[in-house]
């Protein structure tokens, strides 16, 4: 197996999707400076204990977590020349999967949780859908 020439990460903003990050970094070191694509995904869709009339509520106008998520990214990416970054909307798992064939990713990186039981449950796990539907390895770091 080659080296990767692109790394997806997608990002969160959380303590565990900076580990990723750094894991991804560190990777793209070793495998002779491959490209990292940091993704975050604003998710538009009402919490799962929406009742039904939610439904009929239209979408929420994301623009502003978006330019956040924009800020944010720079910032994460700094100090890292061969790194690219977007935002891009709706369901994290799919959009995700979109974003590394769009990127042409040979590698995921991505950061989990580890939440267990009930929790996992409501929440479903974002990193365990990637891992499952991904046609690029994935690694996941806790």
Do not use: C, Y
């Amino acid at each position: 197996m080659n080296p990767p020439k692109v790394i997806l990460v997608p990002v969160d903003f959380s303590d565990v999707s900076h580990r990723a990050l750094e894991h991804a970094q560190m990777i793209a070191k070793l495998a002779g400076g491959a490209r990292l694509v940091l993704v975050h995904v604003v998710d538009p869709t009402p919490t799962p204990m929406a009742t039904d009339f939610m439904a009929q509520v239209p979408p929420p106008d994301t623009s502003a977590e978006q330019d956040a998520a924009r800020k944010g990214l720079v910032a994460w990416s700094k100090g890292s020349p061969s790194t690219t970054s977007e935002v891009r909307v709706g369901k994290p798992g799919e959009v995700i999967l979109e974003a590394a064939k769009a990127a042409g990713a040979e590698l995921i990186v991505i950061g989990t949780h580890g939440r267990k039981g009930v929790a996992r449950a409501l929440l479903g796990s974002v990193a365990e859908n990637v891992a499952r539907h991904a046609t690029v390895p994935v690694t996941l770091v806790r």
